[in-house]
């Protein structure tokens, strides 16, 4: 079992940037598959990014490409998700997940076994 919580959202202007932090405890997260996720008000959680165990192994939404980066450092077990050039349209609660099998990257809800609280980010126009 692990645990998972996300930190670093807020209230931006739009060209702004953030950094969100998915810290894990429980278990070793090295070998984990993370993945970001964000719902927005009346509509379905969406996917953002992921990362396999190998941080070279990465994949992202259109809509973030070019302006969203995730990384993970395994000595502090956390996965971080850097955004920049915000705009209003990326305001969302922002969840982190994980799945066991860190050889892949997953871009599907369904692939996760563990969640985070999720937080909030905010970009006004």
């Known amino acids: 079992q692990v645990q998972l919580v996300e930190s670093g959202g807020g209230l931006v202007q739009a060209g702004g940037s953030l950094r969100l932090s998915c810290a894990a405890s429980?278990?070793?997260?090295?070998?984990?598959?993370v993945g970001w996720f964000r719902q927005a008000p009346a509509k379905e959680r969406e996917f953002v990014a992921a990362?396999?165990?190998?941080?070279?192994?990465?994949d992202y939404a259109n809509s973030v490409k070019g302006r969203f980066t995730i990384s993970r450092d395994t000595a502090k077990n956390t996965v971080y998700l850097q955004m920049n050039n915000l705009k209003p349209e990326d305001t969302a609660v922002y969840y982190c997940a994980a799945n066991p099998d860190g050889r892949y990257y997953y871009t599907r809800a369904t692939s996760y076994d563990y969640w985070g609280q999720g937080t909030q980010v905010t970009v006004s126009s």
């Open positions: 429980g278990r070793p997260f090295s070998t984990y598959a």
């Open positions: 990362i396999a165990r190998s941080e070279s192994l990465t």
